[in-house]
């Protein structure tokens, strides 16, 4: 079992940055792929990004660029750095964790945390 708890969201002006931060419990975070989805109010959850342990990254396009993921094995965690924030970032973040080889659908991952609000303000 893995539990996840995500800090670090919070409102900010159009431009500016947040860092997002997982900490998981666990002995195995190391061999976990870890990802970040994101929800805004009457749509569906969607991928943002993610890390397998091996350090290899994927991004959705609508963040290319603008967004990075990261992770310290030595800590269980997991980031995600947004600069250039953009009103339409707006939404829950929620961060997810998992085995196995996909790692942008919400269905490759087995065990989530329960959201931080990040609200862009224009």
């Known amino acids: 079992q893995v539990q996840l708890v995500e800090s670090g969201g919070g409102l900010v002006q159009a431009g500016g940055s947040l860092r997002l931060s997982c900490a998981a419990s666990?002995?195995?975070?190391?061999?976990?792929?870890m990802g970040w989805f994101r929800q805004a109010p009457g749509k569906e959850r969607e991928f943002v990004a993610s890390i397998r342990w091996t350090g290899g990254t994927q991004y959705a396009d609508s963040v290319k660029g603008r967004f990075t993921i990261s992770r310290d094995n030595a800590k269980n965690t997991v980031y995600l750095q947004m600069d250039g924030l953009k009103p339409e970032d707006t939404a829950g973040y929620y961060c997810?964790?998992?085995?196995?080889?996909?790692?942008?659908?919400?269905?490759?991952?087995?065990?989530w945390g329960q959201g931080t609000q990040v609200t862009v303000s224009s």
């Open positions: 997810a964790a998992g085995y196995g080889l996909g790692a942008v659908k919400t269905s490759d991952f087995g065990f």
């Open positions: 666990g002995r195995t975070f190391g061999s976990l792929k």
